[in-house]
């Protein structure tokens, strides 16, 4: 609870540094690139720009803000985790109410661009002849429970890294102890660090196809 | 004995992992340095891949031992 809290009043603070710089850009006329923390987040709304883009297609700048915000909520809980004891993706509570969060937000998206019969007409697979009709049902409940088990593996795999990286560190300095040498703390730390990254950049890619699959044109493909 | 078998399936899944995972990168690799100009566009496809092969090892982190009736 302590750290959720930390997380959050760190990607606060930042937001609001970041606004005001752009802001007081905007307001003296200077680009916002040259002002300094501006033109640092200016690259990590670009990360993100770049991401949405390349995945959903050029209608992807509209699920920029949710996708950033996440991103950054999950990365800095993530490098929480670097310094603290524990950190809130480390609590399978936490990851699991992100996934739900952000699937429940892809059936959103997908209701506003098929409408609710076409979101439903987009688990059925493609059109068979009448026939056909059981299979038709079977891929249906199919893709129903694989819509459902997004839900498990988007948030199995945060925590499990996250949880996995702790007590890993913890057991090699264990290991470490005899020769009073933090072998965790010193081997693992930067591979931890990369963890960091790629978890959560996973786990705003994956809502990004997802976002693809369920808003894609279907004339595209 | 509970202990023994829960080490030897989890060393099993990690095993099959890691030839999963260095399959995932040879390949990614390889398509890399056939093709560097496709660069960035592996490399999405590569972490997505990589990411589903390791939730297997994952699910069998969180699974095996609760059917052991040892959940943590």
């Known amino acids: 609870m302590l750290y959720t809290g ?3 009043a760190i990607v606060f603070a930042t937001l609001s540094v970041a606004m005001g710089n752009v802001r ?3 307001k003296s006329g200077t680009p916002v690139f040259r002002k300094l923390f501006g033109g640092l987040f200016e690259q990590v709304y670009l990360f993100v720009h770049q991401m949405c883009t390349g995945t959903i297609g050029p209608h992807g700048r509209k699920y920029v803000p949710m996708i950033l915000t996440v991103w950054l909520i999950i990365f800095v809980s993530n490098a929480v985790a670097l310094f603290m004891p524990t950190s809130p993706t480390a609590d399978l509570s936490f990851t699991l109410a992100m996934a739900l969060m952000c699937v429940g937000y892809v059936q959103w998206e997908g209701i506003r661009a098929h409408g609710l019969i076409g979101h439903l007409k987009h688990f059925a697979g493609p059109k068979l002849p009448p026939a056909m009709f059981i299979v038709t049902m079977m891929i249906f409940v199919i893709e129903m429970i694989s819509e459902v088990m997004k839900n498990v593996s988007l948030s199995l795999r945060l925590f499990g890294n ?24 010193l081997i693992l730390m930067p591979i931890k660090l990369m963890t960091v990254i790629v978890q959560a950049m996973i786990f705003t890619m994956l809502t990004c196809v997802y976002l693809a699959l369920v808003t894609g044109n279907e004339d595209e493909h | 004995m509970t202990g023994q078998g829960l080490g030897i399936g989890i060393g099993l899944a990690a095993l099959g992992v ?6 995932i990168g040879f390949s990614a690799l390889q398509g890399m340095a056939r093709q560097p100009e ?3 566009k592996l490399q999405v496809v590569m972490l997505i891949a990589l990411a589903f092969v390791e939730l297997v090892f994952l ?14």
């Open chain 1, 24 to 26: 007081s850009a905007q």
């Open chain 2, 18 to 23: 890691g030839i999963g995972l260095g399959l």
């Open chain 1, 162 to 185: 996250i949880e996995g990286g702790h007590l890993a560190v913890t057991s090699m300095n264990q290991l470490g102890e005899a020769f009073y040498v933090p072998a965790g703390a």
């Open chain 2, 59 to 72: 699910l069998t982190v969180f699974i095996v031992p609760g059917t052991m009736g040892a959940f943590r």
């Open chain 2, 38 to 40: 496709a660069i960035s």
């Open chain 1, 6 to 8: 930390l997380v959050v």
